[in-house]
């Protein structure tokens, strides 16, 4: 499967906060967005040179997504570690043993 075909499951355009009212763009939508031609007598853009660099932009930020998710898993196993050690110290200070 290529990179282009890659898209996330449905529903996970919301933002961080769950509400769906202020999507993130995603790379899918980035590479699938398809400009209307251009009005009759008007000049329009290169739809080649266009959709090369909708590529790269979803590109980067698919590597963007990548990264933000491998901080999340980082800070998440940081996160239960000082839980398991908070109590453990409480203990220790106030004289117990395990």
Do not use: C
Request: overall charge positive.
């Amino acid at each position: 499967m290529s990179i282009r075909d890659q898209r996330p499951e449905q529903g996970s355009g919301a933002t961080s906060d769950g509400s769906s009212t202020f999507s993130s763009l995603l790379p899918w939508q980035v590479r699938e967005h398809r400009f209307p031609p251009a009005r009759l007598g008007r000049r329009g853009l290169d739809a080649d040179e266009v959709y090369t660099y909708l590529d790269r932009v979803a590109g980067d930020m698919m590597a963007l997504h990548a990264e933000i998710t491998k901080h999340r898993q980082e800070t998440l196993r940081i996160k239960t570690a000082l839980r398991r050690w908070q109590p453990e110290q409480a203990r220790l200070a106030n004289g117990e043993r395990q």
